[in-house]
């Protein structure tokens, strides 16, 4: 895959895999939360983060680095900050 062309693409594609486990991991202690905090973003596919914080934690040679590229080309920022947003308010 040409996004992991280099060592450094490597290693900031790694970090970025990382970030995302650690916003899965937030996730799951809001998910649990009565009433969930995370219906305030109902657009957002919670779940979907959640099972890929599993898939990266438990399964990592499984993970479809197709689809991690593209959820960090789109989405990682956004999603930290609305995360962000949410922690401090609930947590």
Partial sequence: MIFLASMDKVMVFN??????QVIGEQVGKL????PSPLSE???IP???????????????SNV???IVFTTIKNDLIELDKVITVL???YL
């Avoid at 970090?15 to 995302?20: E, F, K, S």
């Avoid at 998910?31 to 009565?34: G, P």
């Avoid at 919670?46 to 990592?60: F, G, K, T, V």
């Fill in 15 to 20: 970090a970025c895999v990382m970030r995302l």
């Fill in 31 to 34: 998910l649990f939360l009565q």
């Fill in 41 to 43: 973003y109902k657009e």
């Fill in 46 to 60: 919670w779940l979907a983060i959640y099972d890929m914080r599993n898939l990266i934690s438990h399964e990592y």
């Fill in 64 to 66: 479809d680095e197709q």
């Fill in 87 to 89: 922690l401090n308010k």
